[in-house]
């Protein structure tokens, strides 16, 4: 590796001429041209210079690692995204509390005791990490290997602001206790009762709810109107709805 990472490398991109480069003529490579093309006006730039970084060694990663307070938030994601599976020790502290920036709505509500809305911005977090903001809607696939660092971060924080009252593996632990049981585990959380399963709009956003009740808006409870084979699953909400429960709570990662 180059002494000077901040030097241009043999290919790297010349704005302004050809070899030599005119006075006039900017230099993008080395790390300061990463540096340049992250303070242009393209989104896209931006993200394709931060993956750029990460050929620059430890000083590529300590500008990820500054970009996870970068004041657009989807570039705050991006180097997330980029650092989260990385094992060097100076990342691994960076992300040791650190709560991703498509989590931070999600943090506030529980903080506030807003549960309606915790739920629906959870929903709406683990479409962004599924990659289905578009579809609208998470299948049974996607909650099987949805993102283990992703699943943990969450649960974590419904579990800590509502005193372990509610998030998955406390569900998952219901889930255990009726073994595995798709009625009974209704019944013990309260999505279900005397028989009926209750529609999404009839469950209980606050600690009043039994163990377990949340969160929820990330399962179908109304209208299947997701892209899956629903004559697969059997073609109504309670069957997907079991499928997709069954698929999350009996991971073993989390």
């Not at 998952?172 to 585990?185: A, I, L």
């Amino acid at each position: 590796m180059p002494d000077d990472l901040n030097q241009p490398r043999r290919y790297d991109a010349v704005i302004g001429g050809q070899n030599p480069p005119p006075l006039s003529g900017a230099v993008l490579g080395g790390l300061s041209g990463v540096k340049r093309r992250m303070a242009s006006g393209s989104l896209e730039t931006k993200i394709a210079a931060l993956k750029e970084a990460l050929k620059y060694g430890k000083n590529g990663l300590d500008l990820l690692i500054e970009t996870l307070n970068h004041s657009e938030s989807e570039m705050q994601w991006k180097a997330y995204l980029l650092l989260k599976d990385r094992t060097e020790p100076s990342v691994k502290d960076a992300l040791k509390d650190y709560i991703p920036v498509i989590y931070h709505q999600l943090r506030d509500n529980l903080a506030t005791g807003n549960w309606l809305e915790a739920d629906r911005v959870s929903a709406l977090a683990m479409l962004k990490v599924a990659y289905r903001e578009i579809a609208g809607g998470l299948r049974v696939e996607d909650l099987q290997r949805f993102p283990t660092t992703e699943l943990r971060i969450i649960d974590r924080l419904w579990v800590e602001y509502s005193q372990g009252q509610f998030g998955f593996s406390v569900q998952k632990q219901v889930w255990q206790s009726v073994g595995n049981k798709y009625f009974k585990f209704g019944d013990r959380i309260g999505w279900r009762q005397s028989g009926t399963w209750l529609n999404y709009t009839q469950l209980t956003f606050a600690t009043t709810a039994p163990i377990g009740h949340l969160p929820a808006a990330h399962l179908t409870w109304s209208g299947l109107k997701r892209s899956q084979s629903w004559q697969w699953y059997g073609g109504t909400e309670e069957d997907v709805r079991f499928f997709e429960v069954k698929s999350l709570l009996e991971r073993r990662d989390f």
